[in-house]
């Protein structure tokens, strides 16, 4: 049971779910011991990693909230466009979506649920976890659309005038996903300020 364990945990880069392990023909019953003996730690329920891995709260999260797509400061951190670590982590759930079980450190916000896909790209956690965030654009969009939502200003000003200036964007996508989010005279305004 130990080495299958140990496969499992290989296979999926240190982290398996109880019905990952129950997949793999591993009993549940059995899970309980593998804790006591040190072999797995239990990160939260149904979440588990090998004993010797630091845990990736981006991933962890992700897994337990399938739904939450990490937006604003969070998405500018995973896709490399600030070294600042977010001190809240930043999603978007789609309106009604029931936040209740979310960690204190998470900043919630809201869309319609037609758009919580829009702008949806992968990106590598701190650990090295493929999660889903949104792209630059739709980054952009967000932040010109809330800006007094508690996001750090200075850095998403900054993002704003870097995309815009001298990133490697799709300025038309932009203006799209503007549309679509009904910020275009934010995006327009902006747009105007740097020319």
Not at 55 to 84: C, H, P, W
Not at 108 to 115: G, I, L, N, P
Not at 159 to 164: A, E, S, T, W, Y
């Amino acid at each position: 049971m130990q080495e299958k364990i140990k496969k499992l945990l290989k296979i999926n880069q240190g982290i398996v779910t109880t019905n990952q392990i129950e997949e793999f023909g591993i009993s549940r019953v059995y899970i309980k011991q593998l804790v006591e003996q040190g072999i797995i730690s239990k990160v939260k329920n149904g979440i588990y990693t090998s004993s010797d891995m630091l845990e990736d709260e981006f991933y962890v999260f992700q897994l337990k909230n399938k739904t939450a797509i990490f937006s604003y400061n969070t998405a500018m951190y995973l896709l490399g466009e600030t070294e600042r670590t977010p001190n809240k982590i930043d999603v978007t759930v789609y309106s009604g979506y029931n936040k209740q079980r979310f960690p204190t450190n998470i900043r919630t916000h809201y869309v319609q649920k037609e758009f919580l896909s829009l702008g949806v790209t992968t990106a590598k956690s701190p650990q090295g976890f493929n999660v889903k965030t949104y792209n630059l654009e739709r980054t952009i969009c967000d932040v010109l659309k809330n800006r007094n939502t508690g996001i750090d200003k200075e850095q998403t000003n900054k993002f704003i005038r870097n995309m815009l200036m001298h990133g490697s964007i799709d300025i038309n996508k932009v203006y799209d996903y503007a549309k679509k989010l009904k910020c275009i005279k934010q995006l327009e305004t902006v747009m105007e300020w740097i020319i």
